[in-house]
């Protein structure tokens, strides 16, 4: 169902734009400190962020429903006289009041009350019930009902009622009362173009707002509650719209900055391919092109390079970094985890120090004078290459003359981390990389500032992993699996959980299972890494694991990324139940890598939640990782693809970017469009939903 909509006006928008959020004739303005506080916690913190506190669901208080017709399981409104009310002690103290209308009789039942609540419900007085009618004990009752006292003229509502998301202390009467008066003083004005409205066939942003907000009796409830309603898809489109303009906005800014053009000289590029001793996939070829013409540009690139696990992004990252060297300007690697971080030194080592390259290791756990030395190099341009954790973008870190920032796992980092990274070097490159595909619709939405290049094969040699789930009282079995492994000359991992959220808790599990282990395999060599062991500690076990003289190694998730041993095929994961889809893709990576059939064994503890039996069908039955980020898309949402990205800042509040893709289709096109005919409608629509949109300007 659509409409139609009146002619555009702006005047009033802009009028909207320019006015201070908390002018003195705002509603906001008029309320107490500690109101405004919690409707900040709800995300307004302006006039207009009323009007767009979107009701959850509606109830009916348009009707009144006599009590013998009025349907078990509904929520209904019932007008009737108190005959009854008393205190009863059993099952437990409980106020219990009978009522009766002209039809029938029914009982209110109030577990919690109050001496204002008894005297109200005295016998005699009439009441409106509104409540979920269900058949107790006693016969039909309501449970805590809303209640009312019916007074002369006071007539039905002529709409239906909504229901808010709201917070502690704040009622829902007073959201009602503060958004109607929000619905009459705020300017609802179309900023939409008439052709766009006609194009897409849209109602009206007044009309829209309107009936969400006080729809009709007899407004279809399935629709506006699961959010098809012609109102609601206008509003999505709305919002999504202002996201795709700030978006590319953004994406337009960051091309008008001057950045050093790095064109390929096809030096130190063309001698590191042919120093390799693996020749790069079709898919590592496209993704280096595109991010070699990237560098010849004179303006940031900002390019994000995503690949399923073991996919081949460091030896891509490693060429960008050397044509950025071919013109005398150093490259920054960061990664979130000094195991993953050292692993990306060493492979730019075994690559580029060959070819005369000094590579620099910068992390906490580097000695101080090792450290220095580190620094000095860096700051003097010795060294071309730092590779590090966060201390890369530490005070005392400078660069010579920074020209590429290579960010891995670039979500596990926060903004301000990112762009502290950023400054070491005058708009340098950005490469970020990331092992958690990333689905196409995410790719749009929050991503669409970005160039995103897609590694989408795997090296040739590689075996497909073969899955296997095992409830944790057949542990006996997976203990035999990992001896047979051993035994052929193979290597195994066993991954313990992150347990109730607590490192102290996981610490212990895994020195537990590697006390554990180490009795049941005597005649094998077993090793243990967990997130407390000191860095060196952690290199020496892994160097050990990578070297073969451990046969198993016991680990928490910190080996989650960026371990590369292609002799272990056996991947045992202790309660993957309580781990996520990505997390188990990426635990379950860690094997494969070499021409030898691998596994990867689920250990899990029934019972099971839905969303845990959903999670490891999904990972049983697939190996792609962009299918799972896909899957897991549409199982819990786009939060945890972006990580720290919006800084924590809420993601869409109205649109749901998997129901409504082909809602962000038009609007993509749409913000092309506007953008293309420089149109100040575009102004008026970001002035809108400003607070909003800015939320997508983070880089």
Not at 401 to 425: I, M, P, S, T, Y
Request: proline share 5%; glycine share 6%.
């Amino acid at each position: 169902m659509t409409r139609s909509t009146p002619a555009n006006s702006s005047a009033g928008v802009r009028r909207e734009a320019e006015k201070s959020p908390l002018a003195p004739d705002s509603i906001l303005a008029a309320q107490s400190p500690a109101m405004r506080s919690k409707l900040a916690k709800l995300g307004i913190s302006s006039d207009f962020d009323l009007i767009l506190h979107l009701p959850l669901r509606y109830v009916d208080e348009t009707h009144i429903f006599p009590i013998a017709h009025a349907l078990y399981g509904q929520m209904v409104q019932v007008e009737a006289t108190v005959v009854k009310t008393e205190v009863r002690f059993r099952p437990r103290r409980q106020l219990v009041c009978l009522v009766e209308d002209r039809s029938g009789e029914m009982y209110v039942r109030l577990l919690n009350f109050y001496p204002s609540q008894q005297k109200m419900l005295s016998e005699g007085t009439r009441v409106r019930l509104l409540g979920e009618l269900r058949l107790g004990f006693l016969g039909p009752e309501m449970v805590h009902p809303q209640i009312r006292v019916v007074r002369e003229g006071v007539p039905l509502k002529e709409n239906l009622t909504p229901v808010y998301p709201t917070t502690a202390g704040l009622g829902q009467e007073q959201l009602r009362k503060l958004i109607a008066r929000a619905l009459t003083q705020c300017d609802l004005q179309d900023t939409l173009p008439a052709e766009l409205v006609r194009e897409y066939r849209l109602a009206s942003f007044a009309e829209s707002i309107q009936y969400l907000h006080q729809p009709p009796p007899d407004a279809p409830l399935s629709e506006l509650e699961s959010r098809q309603h012609w109102a609601w898809q206008r509003l999505v489109f709305d919002e999504l719209l202002a996201q795709q303009l700030s978006m590319r906005r953004h994406y337009a800014r960051r091309r008008s900055l001057v950045a050093p053009s790095l064109p390929p000289t096809n030096t130190l590029t063309s001698a590191l391919l042919a120093a390799l001793p693996f020749a790069l996939t079709g898919a590592q070829r496209r993704a280096f092109d595109e991010i070699s013409r990237d560098l010849s540009a004179r303006h940031p690139m900002q390019r994000l390079l995503q690949g399923d696990v073991g996919s081949g992004k460091t030896i891509v990252a490693a060429l960008a970094c050397a044509q950025a060297l071919e013109h005398g300007f150093q490259a920054a690697v960061m990664a979130p985890t000094e195991i993953l971080a050292e692993q990306h030194y060493r492979k730019m080592q075994e690559w580029l120090s060959p070819l005369g390259i000094t590579v620099a290791w910068i992390a906490a756990s580097v000695p101080k004078r090792a450290r220095e030395i580190m620094l000095e190099q860096v700051a003097s341009g010795a060294a071309q290459i730092a590779v590090g954790t966060h201390a890369l973008f530490q005070e005392q870190v400078n660069f010579a003359r920074l020209g590429l920032a290579v960010v891995d796992e670039q979500h596990r980092f926060g903004v301000e981390q990112r762009l502290a990274l950023h400054n070491k070097g005058v708009n340098p490159h950005q490469l970020m990389m990331s092992a958690t595909p990333i689905p196409r619709t995410l790719s749009m939405s929050y991503y669409a500032d970005l160039d995103v290049s897609v590694i989408d094969e795997l090296p040739p040699g590689r075996t497909p992993i073969m899955t296997r789930l095992i409830e944790e009282a057949r542990r006996e079995e997976v203990e035999a699996r990992v001896r047979a492994a051993c035994a052929g000359g193979r290597q195994a991992y066993w991954v313990c959980p992150l347990i109730e959220e607590s490192e102290k808790l996981q610490l212990q599990t895994a020195l537990d299972t590697h006390a554990r282990l180490s009795a049941t395999f005597p005649d094998l060599q077993v090793g243990l890494v967990h997130g407390r062991m000191k860095a060196k500690e952690k290199a020496e076990a892994m160097a050990a694991f990578k070297a073969g003289a451990l046969n198993l190694l016991v680990a928490t998730t910190v080996i989650e990324v960026g371990v590369d041993v292609p002799n272990a095929s056996l991947m045992v994961i202790e309660h993957a139940e309580r781990m996520g889809l990505s997390q188990l893709h990426q635990l379950r990576g860690r094997v494969g890598r070499g021409a030898a059939q691998s596994a990867c064994i689920l250990l899990y503890a029934p019972p099971l939640s839905e969303m845990a039996k959903a999670r490891l069908k999904i990972i049983y039955e697939h190996t792609d990782g962009f299918e799972i980020a896909r899957q897991d898309l549409a199982l819990r949402g786009p939060g945890e693809f972006l990580g720290a990205r919006q800084s924590g800042v809420a993601m869409l509040k109205i649109a749901d970017i998997e129901r409504d893709q082909a809602v962000l289709d038009q609007a993509r096109q749409s913000a092309e469009k506007l953008l293309r005919a420089k149109s100040a409608i575009a102004d008026m629509h970001l002035a809108r939903w400003l607070a909003r949109a800015e939320q997508y300007l983070k880089v």
